[in-house]
């Protein structure tokens, strides 16, 4: 009996995801009539101190181990919100280069080309820095680092500036390069 | 004949001849190249309906050959669906080569613990039935309706997660899949709990998702194959006021 009703209820959970899945692929359409709104700025620099192994060592020897725990776990926190920020605005512009990915201009196409391949790895290390940041606000000493994300993120940056300036190049973006 | 026996015949008949029709678009469109795995299972599918079919109409009626040849052409039929969804995990990450490596883990992970969990299953309740061939069926039926059930879902959201932008065909196959597959899990459940097939508003019911399923498959497949729908009126554009942000943050990295 328990396990008849486990099936049943893990086939009726299958259907709500596989329904929420489905409405979850039209709202994703919709996020690209006002990208703006959808993005959220993320601050480099103090994304990268965060997950400094660095200054976590610096924090580590210079603070008592029950206060090193205490701020390790809000930078974790704080460092969790970077990454989910960083994702969520790799999601959007992934939705923007692809369009990009068949315009006619070979360079335009190359750069979107990149730009998608480089949200799709910073998605990627997404998921797989989340769960290691969370395990690391349970064990604030373990040594945890999310630097690829940084150093993705940026990499995106420069990418989405790239394409900006070979799909609208009179908006002056280039000249800041 | 009574209303009920015709419903039953109705629901039984019906899926069959739209997949014959689904055949048919499919050739016409080219689809068969594109998918020919879910090409197979649609001939499959309907191959086996007619030499059932036609046992049901002889001496032989819903017998002992009925049953084995029921339980043959469900473990091909499974085995040709697995491949489906093979092809499907293919056609959802083809345009991104920056994840291929994550497919196969995907689709093997999947496997792997949808397989624990199934084996758990089977193992925990290897069903009551009498015959060990309808036993075994049972089990099997099971198991695999929770692995399918498994990979569709992960499938479908790793998809939604990377944001790949899915084309219409091979969603509906997968939509009329996963559900297909998470209602013969429902039926499990229940063909558990009452301890014996052949329930048959439990049969109708099933027989009825079956044609709505085929009838997604061949909404899908007769609809042009839409690429995601950007505004009309403007061309996707980046977004200004990040742009500058991130312009900012680039003039920075340039400088240090």
């Given at each position: 009996m328990i396990v008849a009703l486990i099936l049943a209820l893990s086939a009726?959970?299958?259907?709500?995801?596989?329904?929420r899945l489905t409405r979850g692929r039209t709202l994703n359409l919709?996020?690209?009539?006002?990208?703006?709104?959808?993005?959220?700025?993320?601050?480099?620099?103090a994304f990268r101190n965060l997950v400094d192994p660095g200054e976590e060592e610096f924090l580590r020897t210079n603070l008592p181990p029950a206060e090193f725990r205490m701020i390790q776990r809000e930078r974790l926190r704080a460092a969790v919100e970077y990454v989910s920020c960083?994702?969520?605005?790799?999601?959007?512009?992934?939705?923007?280069?692809?369009?990009?990915?068949?315009?006619?201009?070979?360079a335009t196409a190359e750069a979107a080309e990149k730009l998608v391949n480089n949200a799709l790895r910073l998605r990627l290390y997404a998921l797989h820095a989340i769960p290691r940041l969370y395990l690391g606000m349970i064990f604030p000493g373990a040594g945890i680092s999310a630097v690829r994300i940084v150093e993705s993120y940026e990499q995106m940056t420069r990418q989405v500036v790239l394409l900006g300036c070979l799909q609208y190049p009179t908006r002056g973006v280039s000249a800041a390069l | 004949m009574t209303p009920l026996r015709l419903l039953w015949y109705c629901l039984w008949v019906t899926p069959h001849a739209l997949q014959g029709m689904i055949l048919l678009v499919m050739v016409r469109r080219r689809l068969d190249r594109q998918f020919p795995m879910f090409f197979l299972y649609t001939v499959f599918e309907v191959l086996q309906f007619v030499v059932l079919f036609t046992i049901s109409q002889s001496h032989l009626q819903f017998g002992e050959a009925y049953a084995r040849v029921y339980s043959v052409g469900l473990a091909l039929s499974t085995a040709v669906r697995f491949s489906v969804i093979?092809?499907?995990?293919?056609?959802?990450?083809?345009?991104?080569?920056?994840?291929?490596?994550?497919?196969?883990?995907?689709?093997?992970?999947?496997?792997?613990?949808?397989?624990?969990?199934?084996?758990?299953l089977a193992v925990s309740a290897p069903g009551n039935g009498a015959d060990f061939l309808v036993r075994i069926t049972y089990v099997l039926d099971r198991t695999v309706s929770a692995l399918q059930c498994g990979l569709l879902i992960s499938l479908l959201w790793f998809s939604r997660y990377f944001v790949l932008s899915w084309r219409s065909h091979a969603f509906g196959i997968a939509l009329g899949l996963g559900i297909l597959a998470s209602v013969e899990l429902a039926t499990s459940a229940i063909w558990l709990h009452l301890g014996a097939f052949g329930n048959i508003a439990v049969n109708l019911f099933t027989m009825?998702?079956?044609?709505?399923?085929?009838?997604?498959?061949?909404?899908?497949?007769?609809?042009?194959?839409?690429?995601?729908?950007?505004?009309?009126?403007?061309?996707?554009?980046?977004?200004?006021?990040?742009?500058e942000i991130w312009n900012q943050e680039l003039?920075?990295?340039?400088?240090?």
């Open positions: 009726l959970l299958a259907l709500f995801f596989l329904v919709n996020v690209l009539e006002n990208p703006t709104e959808h993005i959220r700025s993320v601050d480099v620099e960083a994702a969520q605005n790799a999601a959007i512009l992934l939705r923007l280069a692809d369009a990009g990915r068949r315009s006619s201009d070979l | 093979h092809e499907l995990f293919g056609h959802f990450f083809r345009r991104y080569p920056t994840l291929d490596g994550v497919r196969q883990l995907l689709f093997r992970g999947t496997i792997v613990v949808m397989l624990l969990v199934a084996v758990g009825a998702t079956y044609n709505c399923c085929v009838l997604i498959w061949i909404f899908c497949l007769t609809a042009e194959d839409r690429r995601p729908q950007y505004p009309t009126n403007r061309s996707p554009k980046l977004p200004t006021y990040d742009l003039e920075r990295l340039l400088h240090q």
